[in-house]
């Protein structure tokens, strides 16, 4: 039996998406067997990103409504041994299905796979109640602004009152000279609001942009630092204790020189 | 009485005799113990002046009947009984409730009397009392302490950086020099029309009635 593990984050755009596929993508490079869940009915993403959008024949509302059976909806990533997709449907909306039917189509992934990687949509609505109806688990989605902390805060009492406690947490696209310099939360200022444990800090990094708009998730580039953080926060999923990475961008003497060079 | 606990205490003052009960034993040994004061080891007293008794029953609280039998005991001969009371905070004055957690963002915590609460109350939670606030932990979000119109309300917190106040009718956003960078814990009242910040420390002098007050011996 698999754990199901929603990401979600209240606020939109602050990367539950990415998350969702760099985390899926990096506990497969680690040989588990993964099935990612995209909840966002009538705006999904996640094949996007996952670069498999053009191999979806039938999506989670066809599944709910049966017109296909659950193995058929499922999308195997090549790149992988053991990595599936179950596309939410772009042309119908949220209400097309109830938390009810979510739960039971996870609780039959959960019998085949050892994670099932829910994403959800933004909100707290329909959307999220579908989302969150079969995790055991959640992980929570930040970024340094107020506006998205506040927005996590509001998430993690919405969870808790669903019956998932102590949410796990990732700080996305942290920028370490803005925290220093005091124009960005600072990670103790964000963990002593929200009162959480730190699943991992993600580094603002362009190479995410990059990936997703190539269809790749950052985590099979090892040379990135996000791709790092990642594999790092799918390694302490497996319980693994492995310690925050250092974030501070070097300013040595060669790397100066690297960047007059252009190579920095 | 060797060896047995008092439970009758009997002091003697300028205008009569405090008869200090014990609030922890059962009420039948507290009139046992009298009756055996009254008749036996002070019987002196009864033989005097007459003489006022204020008494005492600390936390107690008792009945109309167990009142009445008291007096029945005391009122003899010279002794009458001129009050009977118990502590201030057994009269419902001071009772608060205690709860713990996090009111997160969306979260509204409501109590119609005084509440201490040990935890955060983050931006966008909501604290609403009937009464005073304590909160044991910081404080982010919105407190409305006195919210059924209690002018007296104060609103107390470890840290003191809401984003909003509100004590009976009154609303205050925190101006920044509320920010005492020392770790001290804060509290609001109402003076006047205003809302003002005050330490803890002061909390006593401001607001006797709020707390059962300690006063040294």
Request: with cysteine; proline share 4%; net charge neutral.
């Amino acid at each position: 039996m698999g754990e199901a593990i929603v990401i979600t984050s209240g606020k939109g755009g602050v990367g539950k998406t990415t998350s969702s596929a760099n985390i899926a993508t990096a506990l497969a490079l680690l040989g588990k067997k993964v099935c990612m869940v995209d909840t966002d009915i009538g705006l999904r993403n996640l094949d996007v990103v996952m670069g498999l959008e053009n191999r979806i024949i039938f999506d989670l509302v066809d599944v709910v409504q049966e017109r296909c059976r659950l193995e058929q909806a499922l999308v195997k990533d090549k790149r992988f041994d053991e990595l599936y997709l179950l596309p939410a449907a772009q042309t119908k909306d949220k209400q097309a299905v109830e938390p009810e039917d979510v739960k039971k189509l996870v609780t039959e992934l959960k019998k085949t796979h050892d994670f099932v990687i829910i994403d959800c949509p933004a909100g707290i609505e329909h959307g999220f109640r579908n989302a969150v109806a079969g995790a055991d688990k959640a992980i929570v989605v930040t970024t340094p602004e107020n506006a998205a902390v506040r927005d996590a805060d509001r998430v993690i009492g919405l969870l808790d009152k669903s019956g998932i406690h102590s949410p796990k947490l990732i700080i996305n696209r942290a920028r370490i000279n803005m925290m220093k310099s005091g124009d960005m939360l600072d990670i103790d200022e964000i963990c002593s609001v929200l009162a959480i444990d730190l699943l991992g800090i993600v580094p603002d990094d362009e190479h995410v942009i990059k990936a997703a708009n190539a269809g790749e998730p950052t985590v099979m580039n090892p040379n990135s630092k996000a791709s790092l953080a990642y594999r790092n926060i799918a390694r302490r999923m497996l319980g693994d204790s492995v310690p925050l990475m250092a974030l501070e961008e070097k300013n040595g003497l060669f790397r100066k020189v690297k960047k007059f060079f252009g190579m920095g | 009485m060797a060896g047995k606990q008092h439970h009758v205490t009997i002091k003697g003052r300028k205008d009569g005799l405090v008869f200090v009960l014990d609030d922890s034993c059962p009420f039948s040994d507290l009139l046992e113990e009298l009756e055996y004061k009254l008749e036996k080891s002070h019987q002196n007293l009864l033989n005097g002046p007459i003489m006022h008794v204020h008494v005492k029953l600390g936390k107690r609280q008792v009945t109309e009947e167990e009142k009445q039998s008291l007096q029945q005991m005391i009122n003899r001969r010279n002794l009458v009984v001129q009050s009977i009371e118990s502590a201030p905070d057994a009269q419902g004055k001071t009772q608060h409730r205690v709860m713990a957690g996090i009111v997160r963002s969306g979260q509204v915590l409501e109590s119609e009397g005084s509440l201490i609460f040990i935890g955060d109350v983050n931006p966008g939670g909501t604290i609403v009392t009937g009464g005073d606030l304590f909160v044991l932990g910081a404080l982010r979000g919105t407190a409305h302490a006195g919210a059924t119109g209690n002018r007296e309300a104060v609103i107390a917190a470890s840290y003191l950086k809401p984003t909003q106040l509100r004590i009976a009718g009154a609303i205050s956003r925190p101006p920044d020099e509320w920010e005492i960078h020392d770790a001290t814990m804060l509290f609001a009242y109402m003076k006047d029309e205003h809302m003002e910040i005050e330490k803890i420390t002061h909390l006593f002098r401001l607001r006797p009635n709020a707390v059962e007050i300690f006063r040294g011996e």
